[in-house]
């Protein structure tokens, strides 16, 4: 098989090559885009994370295509309707960073409640004053996880562990589940007005696109705090906005932003023109969030760690080969 494969870091390189001799590969550390497509149009499958975007226009140049494996979770960024007309195989890395994305939402936790960012930038200026430093105890504050999945289980595990109450919003309730983490299921509104932290932790789909929004924001405990490692469009950008600009949040973490690629190819706007007044929108109301003291942006970094990209790499293999014995894991 020729098989491309995109945003690529060298030592990932070495490994594929290593796990895959018989196969003809291709490398880049780019994303796969209109502009570089032509190039492996031979191919008969890509891998490749969420920065490729796989729609109708970059399909219509693999007319050999067999095989789409993503090195994530999520589909969002692939046009699945149109892999299912070309019945082109689609493979996805279902678990890869579970325990890694919840250490990350603990992260943001923990660098909000204690102010951390603001501790670190006072001390490099040489000012040891703790005036605007208080933060607050995670102990007896209510948690809210929207999607108690494999993420979601993680980070309450890890909130037990700081002896936090636990609450959930799932559209499949699990007792089970529920008595062995001890938490309790809740409405997605009571979850929204009873949490003092909410974290995100579930799939970008039709029905989770701006699940929170202008309308239910307003529900949210007043002083409370919004984490999202999950997918930036499950938040409607311009209601988070409001939401700290009029004091109903305290804070946000956020891992992931509503159409984060404009944002991370920033160069790249520079030198395209966008038709869409609504993406120009949303690129500006999340610079706005760059800008928030009361907010803190990762890079949509949760997952990097060096076991689970390990993971994400090994499960890519296995669906290559499965694909390859016609055994289709994921």
């Not at 999607?147 to 799932?170: D, L």
């Not at 979850?191 to 029905?207: A, F, Q, R, T, V």
């Not at 989770?208 to 950008?237: C, D, Q, S, V």
Request: hydrophobic letters at 40%.
């Amino acid at each position: 098989m020729k098989i491309a494969f995109f945003e690529i870091e060298k030592w990932e390189e070495d490994y594929l090559k290593e796990k895959l001799k018989k196969h003809k590969l291709f490398f880049s550390k780019k994303e796969l885009s209109k502009s570089n497509v032509k190039e492996f149009n031979d191919c008969n499958a890509i891998c490749m994370f969420i920065y490729s975007k796989i729609d109708k226009i970059i399909l219509d140049n693999l007319p050999n295509l067999k095989l789409i494996c993503t090195m994530s979770t999520g589909f969002d960024h692939i046009d699945i309707e149109e892999c299912k007309k070309r019945k082109i195989t689609l493979c996805n890395v279902p678990f890869y960073g579970e325990n890694t994305v919840a250490e990350h939402t603990f992260t943001l936790i923990l660098a909000l409640s204690r102010r951390l960012i603001d501790s670190v930038e006072r001390v490099k200026q040489n000012d040891f004053d703790l005036k605007g430093l208080r933060g607050f105890d995670l102990k007896d504050k209510t948690i809210g996880i929207i999607g108690p999945g494999h993420i979601g289980q993680h980070v309450i595990r890890i909130a037990k562990g700081f002896e936090m109450n636990v609450i959930a919003y799932a559209k499949k309730i699990d007792k089970n589940l529920s008595k062995k983490l001890g938490f309790k299921y809740v409405s997605f509104e009571k979850l929204l007005k009873d949490s003092d932290i909410i974290s995100i932790h579930c799939p970008l789909n039709k029905e989770t696109e701006h699940m929170i929004n202008m309308k239910n924001i307003k529900l949210m405990k007043k002083g409370a705090y919004l984490i999202n490692t999950a997918r930036g469009g499950i938040i409607e950008t311009k209601a988070l906005v409001y939401a700290l600009d009029n004091k109903i949040l305290a804070g946000a973490g956020l891992d992931v932003l509503e159409d984060e690629v404009y944002i991370k190819e920033e160069k790249q706007l520079l030198h395209e023109k966008f038709v869409s007044e609504y993406d120009w929108k949303i690129f500006l109301e999340n610079h706005l969030l760059l800008k928030e003291k009361n907010v803190i942006v990762t890079p949509h970094n949760a997952f990097n760690s060096k076991e689970a990209l390990l993971r994400i790499i090994d499960t890519t293999l296995e669906n290559i080969n499965g694909f390859i014995k016609k055994n289709e894991i994921n």
